[in-house]
């Protein structure tokens, strides 16, 4: 008889078609374990993770993984209510069906919802299996970071508990970067033998150099012969844009650059306020582009926008970077010096660092780049391309990744 697949259940608020990078990341990694021989099954929602209008079906095969879809998990993010009472009933189901599920080897759980962490350690201690924690941001580091709470409250003492109780019984702890990897290690030390450090990956199946003169997204949007600045993906308040607003409003009378902000999230209200108070004819907003569409909207770009408040680093890492990168696009990146990115960009020579608050700086410097030849802006870009392709593409990465999974799991029950 064959030998019985080793069966790893992964859980995540968010997964394909949800253009969420998170949920892009769990699919990946679902699929590569499928392809390398496991069962693998996924709890995630049934709802849009930015838009809960949107309903995906109950269950479905994706590209051999078994996708079981929960109702009333996801209310959108309207409100801190709103999002606690989705990510609560998404746990308390995922809790349910991972102690129903038949014999299970691994456990695979990131910090999508905050408190997702708890469903892997319960269903771990319970059915006695290994389980894998990736950290895609910590808290409530960040939000004590935004002055949600304080770092004595109850809640964030109650968060760094369960943060700890996670730590201790996780087989292997997955960070985004060494500043992630270090704040961890101030809440369970020493780590050194679960730790492993890897960044996320571009999603380079949505991915693909398109053509300026071949872009359909240009003309759709009356962007054609622009300079286009586009920040694109989640817009959070971790991810500060007011320096990039206030540029746009210095550079509104050059009629050739134009500020793209794409996607959604909380902050994006920021951006929309703008537009309608200013009125600036170089600043446009649109929704998150269909996955399919993606390709198109991120090619549009010139330069690529990425923000990350100071106080951010080791808890965020902004996924949208590598996306820049593997497009060979600049970088423009509005954040601490001593960041990942900030290392990243000194090293490969991709782009610009900026610290908030520097508006006359980045107005400068955009005009500069703007100025820049074809060629010269392009050879800029190329350095990150060649960056993602020796050591951050996705086979690399996510084969890395599965390595670790797949070196923890057990004879399971």
Same mark, same amino acid.
């Given at each position: ?5 080793? #069966? ?97 080897? +691994? ?16 269903? +771990? ?18 939000? %004590?970071?935004?002055?949600?709470? &304080? ?6 003492? /109650? ?29 369970? +030390? ?7 450090? %890897? ?11 398109i053509p300026k003169e071949k872009n359909p997204f240009l003309e759709k949007h009356g ?16 991810h500060p844009l007011s320096t990039f607003l206030k540029a746009a409003q210095e550079l ?20 929309? #306020? ?9 600043? /446009? ?11 198109? &909207? ?8 990425? &923000? ?44 610009? @660092? ?23 802006? @392009? ?11 020796? +050591? ?22």
């Amino acid at each position: 008889m064959p030998e019985e697949k080793k #069966h790893l259940l992964l859980v995540t608020q968010v997964y394909l078609p949800d253009p969420a990078s998170v949920g892009q990341h769990m699919a990946d990694t679902a699929e590569e374990m499928a392809r390398r021989g496991w069962e693998v099954t996924v709890l995630t929602s049934g709802n849009g993770y930015d838009d809960p209008s949107q309903k995906f079906p109950a269950r479905e095969q994706m590209n051999g993984v078994d996708v079981i879809r929960l109702p009333f998990s996801s209310f959108g993010k309207k409100t801190i209510a709103h999002r606690l009472a989705g990510q609560s009933l998404f746990c308390l189901q995922a809790i349910l069906r991972g102690l129903l599920l038949k014999r299970l080897d +691994s456990i695979l759980v990131t910090t999508s919802p905050p408190i997702g962490g708890m469903v892997g350690w319960l269903i +771990s201690v319970l059915r006695g299996v290994p389980f894998n924690f990736w950290v895609m941001d910590l808290n409530p580091d960040q939000a %004590i970071a935004q002055g949600i709470v &304080s770092e004595t409250s109850l809640p964030a003492k /109650i968060f760094n508990w369960l943060n700890r109780r996670l730590l201790n019984r996780s087989t292997a702890v997955i960070a985004m970067d060494r500043f992630m990897a270090k704040n961890l290690e101030k809440k369970v +030390s020493p780590l050194d033998d679960k730790m492993h450090i %890897i960044a996320p990956w571009p999603m380079e199946d949505a991915l693909e150099i398109i053509p300026k003169e071949k872009n359909p997204f240009l003309e759709k949007h009356g962007l054609t012969g622009k300079f286009i600045l586009m920040y694109s993906g989640n817009h959070s308040p971790v991810h500060p844009l007011s320096t990039f607003l206030k540029a746009a409003q210095e550079l509104k009378d050059d009629e050739r650059i134009i500020f793209a902000f794409v996607g959604g999230g909380k902050a994006k209200e920021e951006v929309n #306020h703008f537009i309608e108070k200013e009125g600036p004819p170089n600043v /446009i907003s649109l929704p998150y582009q269909p996955l399919d569409q993606i390709k198109y &909207s991120l090619s549009a770009a010139d330069i690529h926008l990425v &923000s990350m408040g100071e106080p951010m680093i080791g808890c965020v890492h902004p996924c949208k970077f590598y996306g820049a990168m593997s497009l060979a696009k600049p970088v423009l990146y509005l954040g601490p010096k001593g960041s990942h990115i900030g290392e990243v960009i000194e090293e490969a020579k991709m782009g610009w @660092q900026i610290d908030h608050g520097e508006t006359e700086l980045l107005v400068q410097t955009i005009r500069d780049a703007a100025a820049m030849a074809t060629p010269e802006l @392009q050879a800029i870009g190329d350095q990150g391309r060649a960056k993602i392709l020796s +050591s951050l593409s996705r086979e690399h990465l996510c084969g890395e990744f599965c390595e670790v999974i797949s070196t923890t799991s057990s004879s399971g029950r």
